[in-house]
């Protein structure tokens, strides 16, 4: 049966990202492709990258976020893209995620023995932080904490965005020293 899918492209606060948003489900843990050979197993990814100047496919929940490099400008690309996507659910049977990269599981789903104050790093995380920054085409996940210094993972529309050290520092730093009184600073890794 082919599956009629609407795509609609959303503008990131990142001008070298844009978001895709379906009406549905793609996958509930991010996953992430820098170049055509890692996607070579995803057949949906492998196609985005055939775009001159994509080089990066974000999936998540019910959106792709790509990253260009270059002076491409998004308003030539969006209606192909928009295109691709829908006619790859139109012509495929098959799941949009096959050949899922090992690094897809969510660094914040393993199952890691955590304390209780990394718990509520955590779960600050995932109740205000995750919602607003998936809003904006991007992943956040924590990596780690230690002497009072919060490490987390930016993905998508969030690795390289220019205002994205702005929001680390002057929203999410200041949510998590009000929330988390323990956290003194907070800093970002690309993954």
Do not use: H
Not at 14 to 22: E, I, L, R, S
Not at 53 to 68: A, D, R
Request: charged letters at 25%; aromatic letters at 8%.
């Amino acid at each position: 049966m082919k599956t009629l899918v609407t795509v609609y492209a959303e503008m990131t606060p990142n001008p070298q990202a844009m978001k895709f948003v379906t009406d549905i489900f793609l996958c509930e843990n991010p996953i992430e492709y820098s170049s055509t050979q890692q996607a070579e197993s995803n057949l949906l990814a492998k196609r985005l990258f055939e775009f001159e100047g994509v080089k990066n496919v974000f999936i998540l929940s019910n959106f792709i976020t790509l990253t260009k490099e270059g002076q491409q400008d998004w308003y030539e690309l969006i209606t192909p893209i928009r295109e691709t996507i829908r006619n790859y659910f139109l012509d495929n049977d098959a799941p949009v995620l096959t050949g899922i990269p090992a690094q897809a599981v969510s660094p914040s789903n393993e199952i890691v023995s955590s304390t209780e104050l990394e718990s509520k790093i955590k779960s600050v995380l995932e109740e205000y932080v995750r919602p607003a920054v998936e809003q904006d085409g991007g992943a956040i996940d924590f990596k780690s904490y230690k002497d009072g210094k919060v490490t987390l993972l930016m993905r998508g529309s969030c690795s390289g965005c220019p205002s994205s050290s702005v929001t680390l520092k002057g929203g999410i730093e200041n949510l998590f020293k009000k929330m988390v009184p323990e956290v003194k600073e907070v800093v970002a890794e690309e993954a």
